[in-house]
């Protein structure tokens, strides 16, 4: 009766869970994968058309745009947010003072709206750097770049504004595993002469090898799905140079064009391309774990 009872209450904890879970997950996931392969617009019946959506989709110069861009930005977002974090929660665990102070500092971009940061970021780069550039007697050249206006710079400027925002974040977590280090483990290794660098490589980077597994899947998840900054601070400009995939899709399922089933298909190929990566990312971590 015992064992009855506990099953029942554990049904009945994650019924509710699951019912949502399928209604606003699993649903519109299988719901997106049979509209990918139809001509949609939302308001007529869909017409199946095969895979002519994925065939369009290489041959579209704005998607596969968008797809370049995605890749490049995943790319330089996972590692400067990775190794700046690690190297600023190794300074937050030392001995400094005011540890408190900057860790709630760093972290207070992470709670503000994405939108609201973009509309900040872009009246920093124009309004306030024109300032700074006459406050510092023209000196300063940089400060009168277009560093939302040129298509180089633009990608930068993006890759700034996200790494200032998940800062915090990333960090916190590299903390807390930082922390989690066993002290004789370095006393140990400078026992035996093992200088700081080769401690924080051989000793510290192995055990919080799990915490940079997370962090990297996070921040490959969160890179391919990147919308609400792009679309508040460049709005995928100069020229479509900035447009992700997130938002390339958006446009396509609810632009003037209304494309959803063309929307559709692209949703799937964003998500078949994560999951391949994010599943090599942790296989390949994970192997090394256990090799530790």
């Known amino acids: 009766m015992k064992e009855k009872a506990r099953r029942m209450r554990l049904i009945a904890f994650t019924t509710p869970a699951l019912f949502f879970v399928t209604i606003f997950i699993f649903v519109p996931f299988f719901m997106t994968i049979y509209y990918s392969f139809t001509d949609w617009d939302g308001v007529r019946s869909a017409q199946f058309i095969g895979?002519?959506?994925?065939?369009r989709f290489f041959n579209d110069l704005n998607a596969t745009r968008a797809l370049r861009f995605t890749l490049a930005y995943a790319a330089a977002f996972v590692?400067?947010?990775n190794v700046l974090s690690i190297l600023l929660a190794s300074l937050l665990d030392s001995k400094i003072k005011g540890k408190g102070?900057?860790?709630t500092s760093f972290y207070i971009p992470n709670v503000i709206?994405?939108?609201i940061i973009g509309f900040i970021w872009q009246f920093i780069f124009g309004n306030v750097f024109d300032s700074l550039f006459e406050l510092t007697g023209e000196r300063l050249g940089?400060?009168?770049w277009s560093w939302l206006g040129n298509r180089d710079l633009a990608f930068y400027s993006v890759i700034l504004v996200s790494i200032w925002q998940a800062l915090g974040f990333y960090t916190i977590i590299y903390v807390a595993a930082l922390q989690s280090v066993p002290s004789e483990l370095k006393e140990a290794a400078a026992m035996d002469g093992a200088s700081r660098v080769r401690q924080f490589f051989f000793v510290t980077i192995p055990i919080i090898l799990p915490s940079?597994?997370?962090c990297v899947f996070l921040a490959i998840a969160n890179s391919f799905k990147q919308f609400d900054l792009i679309f508040s601070l460049t709005d995928g400009g100069p020229g479509g140079a900035t447009t992700t995939m997130a938002l390339q899709i958006f446009r396509t399922g609810f632009g003037t064009l209304r494309q959803l089933g063309y929307g559709s298909a692209q949703s799937v190929i964003l998500f078949i391309l994560v999951a391949i990566i994010t599943a090599l990312q942790i296989s390949l971590f994970r192997r090394r774990e256990v090799s530790m």
């Open 142 to 144: 940089f400060l009168q």
């Open 51 to 55: 895979v002519e959506n994925y065939t």
């Open 79 to 81: 590692v400067l947010i």
């Open 113 to 115: 709206s994405l939108v």
């Open 212 to 214: 940079i597994t997370f």
């Open 101 to 103: 102070f900057f860790r």
